[in-house]
Nanobody, 114 residues
Framework: QVQLVESGGGLVQAGGSLTLSCTASGRGLLFDTMGWYRQPPGKERELVALVHRTGATNYADAVKGRFTISKDNAKNTVVLQMNNLKSEDTAVYYC????????WGQGTQVTVSS
């Protein structure tokens, strides 16, 4: 059983920064990808960023140049550094991990005030 626990959400003014962290625990923690999705109010869940086992990364166009994803393999942790936040970044952010199975965190709220 794998658990993903997120931390770091909150309220920030536009132009500010937040850091989200997600730590995986349990058995079978060799993931093909780890990353973050978000679900804005009234919209569907969308990819934000992910990091592959190789270290390669992918970002949504909306966050390129502002968000950075990184992974600490020894700690089974993935971190999303979010800079220059905009009101449209307001969403519930979910940690995700994939290894044949898909695992999701419980979600953490990020609210950006304009």
């Amino acid at each position: 059983q794998v658990q993903l626990v997120e931390s770091g959400g909150g309220l920030v003014q536009a132009g500010g920064s937040l850091t989200l962290s997600c730590t995986a625990s349990g058995r079978g923690l060799l993931f093909d990808t780890m990353g973050w999705y978000r679900q804005p109010p009234g919209k569907e869940r969308e990819l934000v960023a992910l990091v592959h086992r190789t270290g390669a990364t992918n970002y949504a166009d909306a966050v390129k140049g502002r968000f950075t994803i990184s992974k600490d393999n020894a700690k089974n942790t993935v971190v999303l550094q979010m800079n220059n936040l905009k009101s449209e970044d307001t969403a519930v952010y979910y940690c995700h991990a994939r290894s044949g199975w898909h695992y999701w965190g419980q979600g953490t709220q990020v609210t950006v005030s304009s």
